[in-house]
Nanobody, 121 residues
Framework: QVQLVESGGGLVQPGGSLRLSCAAS????????MGWYRQAPGKERDLVAH???????NYADSIKGRFTISRDNAKNTVSLQMNSLKPEDTAVYYC???????????????WGQGTQVTVSS
């Protein structure tokens, strides 16, 4: 069984920083794209950042210049460095990954359980 486990959420003051990490474990042949999404109360889950296996990145306009996504292919991890945090960044953050369990199975999308980020004074 494959799972993604996030860590690093918490409470931070406006202007502060947090680093989220997500590790994939289980029977994995290879991982394609990885990403971070967030969902605020009463809102839909939205893309925050996305990174390809080769390191190409894509960011939501609302966080450009403040957040940085990175990955370690050897360790099957993806991270999100969040700087200059604002109250509107408050949400549950989810990581996801497109991965294959074997060379002969199709890619499937796996989600983490989510980690709460609260930005408040």
């Amino acid at each position: 069984q494959v799972q993604l486990v996030e860590s690093g959420g918490g409470l931070v003051q406006p202007g502060g920083s947090l680093r989220l990490s997500c590790a994939a474990s289980g029977s994995i042949f290879n991982i394609g794209a990885m990403g971070w999404y967030r969902q605020a109360p009463g809102k839909e889950r939205d893309l925050v950042a996305h990174i390809s296996p080769g390191g190409s990145t894509n960011y939501a306009d609302s966080i450009k210049g403040r957040f940085t996504i990175s990955r370690d292919n050897a360790k099957n991890t993806v991270s999100l460095q969040m700087n200059s945090l604002k109250p509107e960044d408050t949400a549950v953050y989810y990581c996801n990954a497109d991965l294959r369990r074997t060379a002969y199975t199709p890619y499937l999308t796996v989600w983490g359980q989510g980690t709460q980020v609260t930005v408040s004074s």
